[in-house]
């Protein structure tokens, strides 16, 4: 299983590298759970990433227009980052997934990136769409990866809100279909083992690899992300 951890610049990104990140993956905490960064920052972030580490970007909590989603995803697919994360968090159906889905896979098919679709933990509390409804949308849509996130942080951690089992059922449905899996939203160190137990590909963190464990006013430390590593190489 790799570690993604998400730095909002350049500074928390080296912190990521040195700490032992395989995937440094950057956004915007202060617009939400998926929350895009400016292109500039992005651009500073893969300058200062070592060759060989892997590096994703994050499009926002995206609401049902695939225009401008689209637009986007060309953007920061332009930029060179190995994936793009797109929150399907204002799409309230499987039609209006697949078209959005359609748009940002071929908005990014000039590029060498891989376009992962995430869904909420917590849909129900936003009204979305539910995350295992993406696993199916992914597939007809050519898109390489699923993801589960939260997007109300104060409502409780992805543990709060679907067990193990359930977990465990998406990463093995998503693998049927040929999909990476990833799975996030506000784990502390002492859940990665059990997200371990998943199966999944790669568990993202922000919060537990900053000082404090506060994803909005910590900050990412090398010392964190070692600590982190461990548990899940272990």
């Known amino acids: 299983m790799k570690l993604l951890v998400s730095p909002v610049d350049v500074q ?4 990521a590298v040195k700490g032992g990140a395989d995937i440094v993956d950057i956004k915007n905490p202060a617009e939400g759970s998926l929350g895009a960064s400016f292109p500039w920052v992005i651009r500073s972030v893969l300058e200062a990433v070592p060759a060989g580490i892997e590096t994703s970007a994050t499009l926002g909590d995206l609401t049902y227009k695939p225009g401008t989603a689209s ?8 930029l060179g980052v190995d994936y793009i994360k797109a929150g399907f968090y204002g799409i309230k159906s499987e039609k209006q997934a697949l078209t959005l889905a359609r748009a940002l896979v071929r908005a990014a098919e000039s590029f060498d ?4 679709l995430a869904g909420y933990a917590d849909h129900p509390l936003i009204g979305a769409i539910s995350p295992f409804s993406l696993i199916e949308v992914g597939v007809h849509a050519g898109a390489e990866g699923v993801m589960i996130d939260t997007a109300l942080k104060h409502r409780g951690g992805l543990l709060a809100h679907l067990s193990l089992q359930e977990l465990t059922d998406f990463v093995e449905k998503a ?4 999909l990476i899996c990833a799975l996030a939203g506000s784990l ?6 059990k997200i371990r137990e998943t199966g999944a590909d790669i568990v993202g963190v922000r919060g537990a690899a900053c000082s404090g464990g506060d994803r909005e006013r910590g900050r990412i430390s090398a010392e964190r992300v070692e600590f982190l590593k461990q548990l899940v190489k272990r």
């Open 12 to 15: 928390e990104a080296v912190e």
């Open 71 to 78: 637009l986007a995803a060309y953007g920061v697919a332009s």
């Open 113 to 116: 990136v891989k376009v992962v």
């Open 175 to 178: 693998h049927s279909c040929g």
């Open 188 to 193: 502390a160190a002492g859940d990665l083992e």
